[in-house]
């Protein structure tokens, strides 16, 4: 399979800063990634589908002007929470598809004071 | 996509086979099942996928009816470490990179000494 890292794996920040994730394919060149959301105890969301060199797309409800996603080489993207605010608190997963099969990050857990 | 139903937990004993089901009677023809679990606080880690024969490997076997509408996920020789999440999505296959999964709620495992 497909190996993915994420980060930083976990992350602490005041309300109001930003914060950016990064995604990155160690073994393959990726043209889409996805960016998923989980909050304690719910199933993972997905919030955009992330493709390389041009604009990602979003799922319904989910803002784009406050999560940035850059998707700018075959093998990194990344997503910036900006003006984070503790309701933004959750666990961001990304994903890759490779040879019919998503393979996910280890996943990065934002905490917003 | 079409939708799944899963047990929403499961126990099972430690070296005894777990056996995991999952209805999925609107399944199209195209759409392939895959299983997925988590392991509390990572990514989600990819088992197994099939179209409509018997699928097996290191991890476990999936077992998929005539009909399609239903599936097992079998793990031979459960250990403690295979207590987790477990999630059956189905979706397209094929190779399509646009194609995201969609989580239910899945089955949480318990595996007890």
């Known amino acids: 399979g497909a190996v993915v890292s994420q980060h930083p794996s976990r992350v602490i920040c005041k309300s109001g800063t930003s914060v950016k994730i990064e995604c990155r394919s160690l073994?393959?060149?990726?043209?889409?990634m996805f960016w998923y959301r989980q909050f304690p105890k719910q199933s993972l969301m997905l919030m955009a589908t992330?493709?390389?060199?041009?604009?990602?797309?979003?799922e319904q409800g989910v803002e784009k002007d406050k999560f940035l996603i850059n998707h700018a080489s075959l093998t990194l993207s990344t997503l910036t929470v900006t003006s984070a605010h503790p309701e933004d608190s959750s666990f961001y997963i990304c994903?890759?598809?490779?040879?019919?099969?998503?393979?996910f990050g280890p996943g990065t857990r934002l905490t917003v004071l | 996509d079409a939708k799944t139903t899963q047990p929403p937990s499961m126990d099972c004993a430690e070296g005894r086979a777990a056996n995991l089901p999952c209805n999925h009677s609107?399944?199209?023809?195209?759409?392939?099942v895959y299983w997925y679990r988590q392991i509390h606080s990572q990514g989600p880690q990819y088992i197994i996928h099939?179209?409509?024969n018997n699928e097996t490997n290191e991890m476990a076997s999936l077992i998929i009816t005539e009909d399609r509408k239903s599936s097992t996920l079998i793990l031979p020789h459960a250990t403690l470490r295979d207590t987790a999440v477990y999630y059956c999505?189905?979706?397209?296959?094929?190779?399509?990179?646009?194609?995201?999964?969609?989580f239910g709620g899945g089955t949480r495992l318990m595996v007890k000494p």
């Open positions: 994903s890759l598809e490779h040879t019919d099969t998503q393979y």
């Open positions: 073994d393959f060149q990726a043209t889409t």
């Open positions: 992330s493709n390389e060199g041009s604009k990602a797309t979003y």
């Open positions: 609107t399944i199209s023809g195209n759409e392939y």
């Open positions: 099939g179209l409509k």
């Open positions: 999505i189905v979706r397209v296959g094929g190779g399509n990179a646009g194609n995201m999964l969609t």
